[in-house]
């Protein structure tokens, strides 16, 4: 039997703990809350009206939820009000629309206080503000999960902070969605992760990670399956978007924006190592691989107000030592015989979904539309 003290330093303990718990939970809140405060105060004082290209794209996807503001319904991609400029086609030709009928509703309420556009666009940020904050909430999580303390709090911080996912938390995107979206995925497969101190999630953990991933399909298939159904629907059977984005541009397009007269790298003859190291888009000193990685870290504006140089060369190294140290540290579990398949499947999973990214990237640059943008 247990004795009576024991009992009690047990639940003692067990009371500290869950104290603690709830003060970690708090803390992580405010954090997030001031982050979400700071996006806030930087978005509303660099309105749209100010400089409509400042940030990249930005006066053309407003297009879409200001449609639905105005309309009361999604555009469909074939109203030439929402058609891009030189390029021909509408973002309202892909299915991606769940960001436009958020920001539509949102536009909506403020409608009832206020006719000011920059208040109506900041209301369509809201979107990406609040996409930013749950990317921040759940690189949080991730980093606790895998790291514990402290080093969660630096991983997650570092996530947080990088000054382009900030940047494409300002204004109205889809990035930042996808982006917060890509941290939920993540923060499902670190269930999983090897740690020492966590076990195989077993009997009511593993059935808690089971339903959460059920109702997390369910969720997205509710949310955005209707959109790539319409899709189809309004383009033939393309549920993508693709075909139709590219047939728009052919016939609405001025030259050299067309996809037929677009100069990419493919269409000049251009190998891939090419692609890679050219000046001919970017000019000199401005390669796809330097541009690409200095946007992933941070340039602002239309993609020309760059960062100090310095900042560049301390994030290069950070990236770099945690990839030594990656390596470094897979090296020493196999010599030690103690890398499990648990820790080979989490590490081929992410390296997997890093992949797919990178080989997107390149070959919508080398194909579709050169775009050395480190936020792709």
């Known amino acids: 039997m247990e004795s009576e003290q024991t009992l009690i330093t047990r639940m003692s303990g067990q009371a500290d703990t869950a104290n603690g718990s709830r003060r970690h939970g708090r803390m992580l809140l405010l954090i ?6 700071a996006l806030c105060y930087l978005s509303y004082h660099r309105p749209l009206s100010a400089d409509p290209d400042y940030f990249p794209d930005e006066k053309w996807r407003i297009q879409l939820p200001l449609f639905v503001y105005e309309h009361g319904y999604l555009p469909t991609g074939y109203e030439e009000e ?4 030189l390029w021909g086609f509408s973002y309202a030709n892909y299915p991606l629309l769940l960001t436009t009928v958020v920001g539509g509703f949102l536009m909506k309420i403020a409608g009832v206080f206020t006719q000011n556009p920059d208040i109506l666009v900041f209301a369509a940020r809201l979107v990406s503000i609040g996409a930013a904050t749950v990317f921040a909430w759940f690189a949080m999580r991730i980093g606790e999960r895998v790291f514990g303390d402290p080093y969660g709090w630096m991983f997650g911080a570092f996530a947080a902070l990088l000054p382009q996912v900030m940047f ?3 204004y109205f995107n ?7 979206g890509s941290a939920m995925i993540v923060y499902g497969a670190v269930w999983f992760h090897p740690d020492r101190e966590r076990k195989l999630p077993q009997g009511s953990e593993l059935r808690r990670c089971i339903r959460l991933t059920v109702l997390a399909i369910i969720l997205v298939l509710v949310c955005i399956g209707p959109l790539f159904i319409r899709c189809a629907m ?9 075909r139709t984005v590219e047939e728009f541009g052919n016939r609405y397009g001025a030259e050299g924006f067309s996809p037929e007269t677009r100069q990419t790298p493919k269409a000049l003859g251009m190998s891939l190592p090419e692609m890679l190291t050219t000046n001919h888009y970017l000019g000199q000193g401005n390669n796809w691989l330097e541009f690409t990685f200095k946007s992933f870290v941070g340039v602002f504006g239309p993609m020309s107000v760059f960062l100090p140089t310095v900042v560049y060369m ?4 950070i990236i770099g030592l945690g990839l030594v140290g990656f390596v470094a540290d897979v090296v020493k579990t196999v010599r030690k015989r103690e890398y499990r398949f648990r ?5 081929t999973v992410l390296a997997f979904t890093a992949l797919i990214v990178l080989v997107l990237a390149l070959q919508y640059s080398y194909a579709t539309d050169y775009q050395a943008q480190g936020r792709y």
């Open 82 to 85: 929402v058609r891009i400029g």
């Open 234 to 242: 309004l383009n033939h059977g393309d549920f993508l978007g693709l």
């Open 343 to 347: 820790r080979g499947l989490f590490d």
């Open 174 to 180: 889809n990035d930042i969605v996808a982006l917060a």
């Open 314 to 317: 301390v994030y290069a190294a």
């Open 168 to 170: 494409c938390g300002l």
């Open 32 to 37: 997030v809350a001031i982050y979400c405060v």
